[in-house]
């Protein structure tokens, strides 16, 4: 099945700062999620965004989709400790009724 | 509150015996799904369910079973588990069969360590 993959896999920042991250994947999609995972923990639904939308905005959290690149971007601004997670970008396919997930990118935000 | 109850939230087997993971949700979603997550990996899915008394193998269904024979519960068992189903399992719903306008809800997970 096509997964999403995410760019880059890692990342370590200063609270205040900014943290994007990036997902492509291969064949046409209904939608693109992003979830957030703690330690331990179940995931959390963070953000859909539609294959005719282009930016989508929840609070601290910016979401891309360019489908003429597959590709689509998660930025988080005026990072804090607890946004200290992995997050999971997720594509649900026309055709195939279940969401793929990427390996995830871990996001350590440091105070 | 509404939400997806997994337990127990660690579990500890034998191989070769057989363990059922309960998954219970008051959210009245109509799907729901169970996730195998290895340390570093993303989720692989393992069985879902679109309704009662239906449901469809994901990408790695063998060597587990599932039944939905109620909307609430969609519990998944590992027959013989293996040292290589050691892993993180999670269970998600959905409110419509589809998944065009929804997102997943989660479980905590359960932890499960086959010695």
């Known amino acids: 099945s096509q997964q999403g993959e995410e760019d880059p896999q890692a990342l370590s920042i200063q609270e205040g700062e900014n943290a994007t991250m990036n997902c492509s994947y291969k064949t046409s999609i209904n939608n693109l999620q992003w979830y957030r995972q703690n330690s331990g923990r179940g995931l959390v639904h963070l953000i859909l965004i539609r294959s005719n939308e282009r930016e989508k905005h929840s609070g601290r959290l910016r979401v891309t989709l360019d489908t003429s690149k597959k590709s689509s971007s998660l930025l988080i601004t005026a990072s804090r400790a607890a946004d200290t997670a992995s997050y999971f970008c997720?594509?649900?396919?026309?055709?195939?009724?279940?969401?793929?997930f990427g390996k995830g990118n871990q996001v350590v935000v440091i105070p | 509150d509404g939400g997806i109850t997994q337990s127990p939230k660690y579990l500890f087997r034998k191989e070769g015996q057989n363990v059922t993971l309960s998954c219970e949700q008051n959210l009245n979603h109509d799907a729901m799904y169970w996730y195998r997550q290895d340390p570093g990996q993303g989720l692989r899915l393992i069985y879902y369910?679109?309704?009662?008394?239906?449901?469809q193998k994901g990408d790695i269904a063998e060597g587990y079973s599932v039944s939905r024979e109620k909307k609430e519960s969609f519990p998944l068992t590992v027959t013989s588990a293996q040292k290589n189903q050691t892993a993180f399992y999670l269970c998600a719903s959905c409110m419509g069969a589809t998944l065009w306008n929804y997102g997943y809800t989660f479980g905590s997970g359960t932890r499960l360590t086959v010695v």
């Open positions: 369910s679109q309704i009662v008394n239906d449901f």
């Open positions: 997720a594509t649900v396919h026309y055709g195939n009724n279940r969401l793929a």
